[in-house]
């Protein structure tokens, strides 16, 4: 008996000693490490400003302290590094995309282009919960949606692709309250769409307000033909620039009824996680949750608080769970709503033999 009672003992301490050596190993791995951020969006725009300031902040709260870079892997509306992030990306943990969530939905509604699974990526969190709107440059003489609707001018609107809020919210316009937006696609982000409004290339934008009262503040404040003017939003925000804009869904449901504002629901879902934080598949679960633990501290740092107060960036930490249940309701979306959006998905030309 006094045999087995040994062999348990020893057994029993083996077991601790592999269990703490996995612990250490767990805890220790990211010391000394790089951690690689890409964003698929250029330099300068809101999706670039978000995650420099969260990874600022967020390597004092990962086990290790590793450092963290922040590049740019900008094309297609950041669809090439969402796929990348899928397909190619390191998975040892070393690897974070951003990058737009839209395309969530795209996979929903059969989009090709879209080479991922979202069920099997690594969510992290995201910093906002998105508030998309549009915005036309003071150059265009009008200053609302009702002047835009009755003007029955051909406005160009930027955008970067298909996916993008750029491009799909002046289509979901189109399509439900009857203004005549013109998507000129093949910009990069943000920056390169208003300087392409201040140099009368474009029109005007759509993008997120969360990032337009940060990044595009000059414009917001400039005079006459160089001012950015709001012209609709998606949700009641307390600044002076949107006293007298109307909200979106509000605007869809008096011009176009329950059809115009279901074909809105079924989009906007998507913004209830903005500018995520991704890992890739098969990254060890050890480190996923070093990660997500560490971006959920990060939201409670006074120094990363302070910062985003001093910068006026909004931020609301939507967790990994809260994006996982979202990620889930978007690719459950009814057969009526997916036919019903498939005019945002872009088609592919039939190769010939």
Not at 169 to 186: A, E, S
Not at 221 to 231: M, R, T
Request: aromatic fraction near 8%; proline fraction near 4%; charge should be positive.
């Amino acid at each position: 008996m006094k045999k087995y009672s040994g062999l348990l003992a020893v057994t029993a301490a083996g077991l601790l000693i592999v269990g703490n050596a996995a612990s250490a190993t767990a805890e220790d791995f990211y010391a000394g490490k790089t951690i690689r951020v890409t964003v698929g969006f250029s330099a300068g725009g809101g999706y670039d400003t978000y995650a420099r300031a969260v990874a600022r902040h967020i390597g004092k709260h990962i086990p290790g302290n590793p450092t963290l870079v922040v590049d740019n892997m900008d094309g297609a509306g950041s669809l090439i590094a969402a796929n990348y992030t899928y397909s190619k990306a390191d998975r040892d943990g070393t690897f974070i995309g951003v990058w737009n969530s839209a395309y969530v939905l795209y996979q929903a509604l059969g989009d090709k282009a879209v080479r991922l699974d979202a069920r099997k990526l690594n969510w992290i969190a995201a910093p906002i919960k998105g508030s998309p709107g549009c915005n036309i440059i003071g150059r265009a003489g009008l200053k609302s949606m009702d002047e835009i609707i009755k003007s029955g001018r051909t406005l160009k609107m930027g955008a970067t692709r298909s996916g993008s809020t750029y491009s799909d919210l002046p289509k979901i316009l189109n399509q439900t309250v009857g203004t005549k937006f013109d998507v000129i696609t093949g910009f990069k982000g943000t920056s390169q769409i208003t300087l392409a409004m201040r140099s009368k290339e474009l029109d005007g934008g759509c993008w997120g307000w969360e990032s337009t009262r940060v990044v595009a503040r000059a414009m917001l404040d400039a005079e006459g033909d160089q001012k950015l003017i709001p012209i609709i939003v998606h949700k009641k925000w307390e600044d002076k620039e949107l006293a007298n804009v109307p909200i979106t869904r509000d605007y869809i449901k008096a011009k176009a009824g329950k059809d115009g504002v279901d074909l809105y629901n079924a989009w906007i879902n998507q913004y209830e996680f903005q500018r995520p934080w991704v890992m890739p598949p098969s990254v060890p679960k050890d480190r996923v949750e070093m990660v997500r633990k560490a971006f959920q501290e990060t939201f409670k740092d006074p120094e990363f608080i302070a910062e985003a107060k001093k910068t006026k960036l909004t931020v609301e930490y939507v967790s990994a769970d809260e994006i996982n249940g979202l990620v889930k309701e978007i690719l459950d979306i009814s057969p009526k709503a997916k036919a019903g959006l498939q005019f945002l998905v872009r088609k592919t030309k039939a190769k010939t033999k």
